[in-house]
């Protein structure tokens, strides 16, 4: 994969840069696909059933409104991902499993962590377009993620 620094010199502002510092959790520092994404608030019900549906390629996106009171994934939803070809996941939001989490062969960014399990009703909104931290994240778009941040396709 093209380092981020390097796209960003070849395309410039076609690219959004995210500014927000978020952790790298993953087993994959460097990842890149075309992005789905979820709008959800402390509730995990629709990321677990996107993440157990195909995702070849793709990168899902997660709105969580930055709470930081429960996990979105943990280790049994990341390795269902794994086994369904999402390259990666972006969360602004928690995640749980860190250990667990940084042994998968797949992405995973988000703002921190916490052990306490969200609720599971399926509250939220999916593939609508998310804006965190001035850039703007359209479903089908490409985003590209690495050790120094993230770029999305305007
Ligand atoms: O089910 C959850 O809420 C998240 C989780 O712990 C996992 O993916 O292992």
Excluded at 3 to 17: I, K, M, P, V
Excluded at 109 to 120: D, T
Aim: aromatic letters at 4%; proline letters at 3%; hydrophobic letters at 40%.
């Amino acid at each position: 994969m093209t380092a981020t620094a390097d796209l960003y010199d070849e395309r410039g502002d076609e690219l959004q840069s995210l500014a927000l510092q978020l952790e790298s959790l993953g087993g994959k520092p460097r990842f890149e696909g075309r992005i789905r994404t979820i709008r959800c608030f402390e509730d995990n019900g629709l990321v677990k059933q996107v993440l157990n549906s195909p995702g070849t390629g793709e990168v899902l996106v997660i709105d969580g409104g930055s709470s930081l009171q429960s996990a979105l994934m943990g280790d049994l939803i990341g390795a269902a991902a794994v086994e369904n070809g999402w390259h990666g996941v972006v969360i602004f939001g928690a995640v749980r499993d860190r250990a667990a989490l940084g042994m998968l062969p797949i992405g995973v960014k988000a703002l921190g962590s916490n052990p306490r399990k969200s609720a599971k009703t399926g509250d939220g909104e999916l593939d609508s377009v998310l804006t965190v931290g001035s850039v703007v994240f359209r479903p089908g778009a490409g985003i590209w993620c690495d050790e120094d941040g993230i770029l999305v396709e305007r």
